[in-house]
């Protein structure tokens, strides 16, 4: 292998991926619940709820990571027929959309649900439709079985579609918000930005979290290769050449990757003790600390194998395996965290 080929490598790829956006389109009825419902797929407050894009004429935009997530205003209406719609916020430039609906479908919505069909087909842009607020679907003298059957005839009779799937959610009561999360990161159109949704949607599965953790272990092997070849002079007392900066940012990734909300989970008592693990490394200081620790005599032994494979000096072949060794522990301690906050919170929280 040439390293220095490699380390250039990963710096593009990372580059790539740093200006790699996801744009996720909220589109649908007014009251809704788009709001609610990325918030709870995101896992946190991004979007103020209860606010109604019917009485604005701007979009809202929100960032968040890597997802840059568009609430659309209505359309259909005497402010913005459809054409004008679609001409003064350009959706179809978009690269996935979430139709938000929660009550009676007018032909406007057919007509968009035809066009998400479009974009989907020719710019494998995909969508979701979803019946949001499932808990208030009822109606005297029919059951709600009967009633979801109907809502699913009508949107697949407006789209055209016989087999179109439709997504069932409550934010109250969490019906339905796995399905969906489960729809959206096994997108397959969605292609490399997949990771995106992966990163940045709050896991609360096993699954999910597994997914994270691959995700993470790959951030890991990226950020030691550069952590070694940046440290050009060996730290002092541990003959190792490491970039703490660079070890510093890949602790920061992992966490990302993770949606560790520290001060959310703060509020957790049982956390306390893997949540000090996580926040103990959060500056300069402490890593170096953590470094002199790992730098023992069977590391210094065991990096030989390294050397000749990557083509190093053994300084910087002992970096990389040092950077590789902190970034799985502590990937290792923020899948412990999430695991412990998805049994002690989220699932008891779902209970309730």
């Known amino acids: 292998m040439d390293f220095e080929k490699e380390r250039t490598r990963i710096l593009m790829e ?16 007014p009251g809704a619940g788009k709001s609610s419902l990325i918030n709870r797929l995101l896992g946190r407050e991004l979007f103020a709820v209860g606010v109604h894009t019917d009485t604005t004429t701007e979009a809202q935009q929100e960032k968040y990571n890597d997802l840059e997530i568009v609430d659309l205003p209505g359309y259909g209406t005497g402010r913005f027929p459809l054409e004008s719609w679609l001409t003064e916020f350009r959706p ?20 968009m649900f035809r066009l998400l069909a479009k974009w989907q087909q020719e710019r494998q842009h995909p969508y979701f439709i979803v019946r949001n607020k499932s808990d208030d679907i009822w109606e005297p ?67 999910e979290l597994s997914e994270k953790k691959l995700l993470a272990e790959k951030a890991v092997g990226n950020y030691a290769v550069i952590a070694a070849v940046n440290g050009i002079n060996p730290l002092p007392g541990v003959d190792i050449s490491v970039d703490v900066g660079v070890i510093k940012t890949m602790l920061g990734k992992i966490r990302d990757i993770y949606n560790i909300d520290s001060e ?12 000090k693990k996580v926040t103990a490394f959060f500056s300069e200081d ?39 060794k902190i970034g799985d522990r502590y990937n290792e301690d ?11 919170v989220i699932s008891k929280n779902a209970k309730k």
Do not use: W
């Not at 790699?20 to 389109?25: D, E, F, H, Q």
């Not at 899948?335 to 412990?340: Q, V």
């Open 14 to 29: 990372m580059l790539a991926e740093k200006e790699t956006v996801l744009r996720i389109g909220l589109i649908g009825q």
């Open 334 to 344: 923020c899948y412990e965290l999430m695991s412990s906050y998805i049994e002690e």
């Open 286 to 324: 402490a890593i170096l600390s953590l470094i002199k620790t790992f730098a023992s005599e069977e590391l210094a032994k065991s990096v030989g194998k390294y050397v000749p494979f990557l083509g190093m000096s053994l300084a910087a072949g002992a970096g990389y395996l040092m950077t590789k």
């Open 264 to 275: 959310e989970m703060s509020k957790y008592e049982v956390l306390a003790p893997l949540l």
């Open 92 to 111: 179809q430039e978009l690269d996935m959309y979430i139709f938000v609906f929660d009550g009676k479908l007018h032909d406007s919505d057919g007509e």
């Open 141 to 207: 003298s029919r059951s709600e079985e009967e009633l979801r059957a109907d809502i699913v005839a009508d949107v697949r009779g407006k789209l055209g579609d016989s087999t179109a799937p439709v997504y069932f959610t409550s934010c109250r009561s969490g019906e339905g918000i796995d399905t969906l999360k489960q729809a959206i990161r096994t997108e397959d159109r969605l292609g490399v930005k997949r990771s995106k949704i992966i990163a940045n949607f709050r896991a609360e599965s096993a699954e």
